[in-house]
């Protein structure tokens, strides 16, 4: 609690007030308190004097109940408070206010979290449904996936190089004819790494038109000027902590290749329409029928994608 004059000036200072703020009463008694603890809001906007509800209390006779403010310490630091302003007389006269505060800053940090964890459950459930939505449509498609049989020495080969590169988190460009089984290897090194535990989420790029690949990849926030109804994850997301397979990556425009490849390199994903940033830990695999030499060559790849 403390109290100020007509003038701001500060009157008296409890001793809970000097325990919070840091400030002695030798420090506040007879000077403007307001620019001492109430001068700045949290943003680092200035907080003009006639601005202040406390200033309206002691000037308009106006009782003024805050619920979340902050006011400075000496050491500099913020402290939330809310605080009730009340007007005080000296024989009818208006002759300052009184300002009973409460600290409420673990309490508001216990709400952020609390805030935070709430969205956090509800991004995993979103995610969740979209991933098992994903999953049936996959299973009930056409596009089945077995075991590689065979004994052959090219099958003996690839079953090798799986054996080989799945353990690393290392990219993996596929190339084969359609029909060689590109599939059924980004499923085979997907089932023998260290992410078999999340999905592999497939997206074939020839299957979609340039302008909804943007989509495909990076989903959308709802919207009713795109005429979105709901929000929707995009296969990037989907995948983290898994695996994305690009079959045909060469059909996907160069432009959304670079985005691609900026997303995975900043560990990061933002959907269409919106500017949170969702964390993105994902192993890519991509397919392609011709070499990727060939590709860059032709200018559908980035060069990037020769590491692979």
């Known amino acids: 609690m403390y109290g100020v004059n007509a003038e701001g000036e500060t009157t008296f200072v409890n001793r809970a007030a000097q325990e919070m703020l840091g400030w002695t009463a030798a ?5 403007d308190i307001h620019s001492m603890i109430h ?29 979340d403010e902050v006011f400075w310490r000496k050491d500099g630091k ?4 809310e605080y009730v302003s009340t007007p005080i007389y000296d024989q009818k006269v208006l002759a300052g206010a009184v300002v009973i505060f409460r600290d409420i800053t673990e309490r508001y940090e216990n709400e952020r979290r609390l805030r935070e964890a709430l969205a956090e459950v509800a991004a995993l459930r979103d995610r969740l449904e979209q991933e098992n939505a994903y999953l049936q449509e996959t299973i009930t498609s056409e596009r089945a996936h077995h075991e590689i049989i065979g004994a052959s020495d090219a099958v003996r ?16 460009t596929i ?4 029909g060689s089984g590109k599939s059924l290897v980004a499923t085979a090194i997907h089932t023998a790494s260290r992410r078999s ?14 302008e909804a690949l943007e989509i495909e990849l990076f989903g959308h926030i709802r919207s009713h000027a795109q005429g979105t109804q709901r929000d929707r994850p995009g296969k990037l997301e989907l995948a983290h902590g898994g695996t994305l397979f690009l079959e045909d990556l060469a059909e996907l425009p160069l432009d959304l290749q ?22 993105l830990d994902v192993r890519v695999v991509v397919a392609m029928p011709r070499p990727v030499e060939a590709e860059v060559a032709a200018g559908r790849c980035a060069p990037i994608w020769r590491c692979s």
Not at 78 to 81: A, F, G, L, N
Not at 258 to 279: H, I, M, N, S
């Open 27 to 31: 420090d506040l008694l007879g000077r």
């Open 39 to 67: 001068h700045h809001h949290l943003d680092g906007r200035s907080y003009p004097e006639h601005d202040c509800p406390i200033y309206r209390s002691f000037r308009f006779e106006q009782v003024h109940r805050i619920e």
């Open 78 to 81: 913020p402290i939330r408070v």
């Open 157 to 172: 080969q690839i079953l090798t190089r799986i054996a080989l590169v799945a353990p690393t988190e290392a990219p993996v």
């Open 175 to 178: 190339t084969g004819e359609p």
């Open 197 to 210: 535990r999340r999905a592999l989420i497939h997206l074939k790029c020839s299957a979609h038109a340039a």
């Open 258 to 279: 670079g985005r691609l490849l900026a997303a995975l390199q900043a560990g990061e994903v933002v959907r269409l329409g919106d500017t949170r940033a969702r964390p």
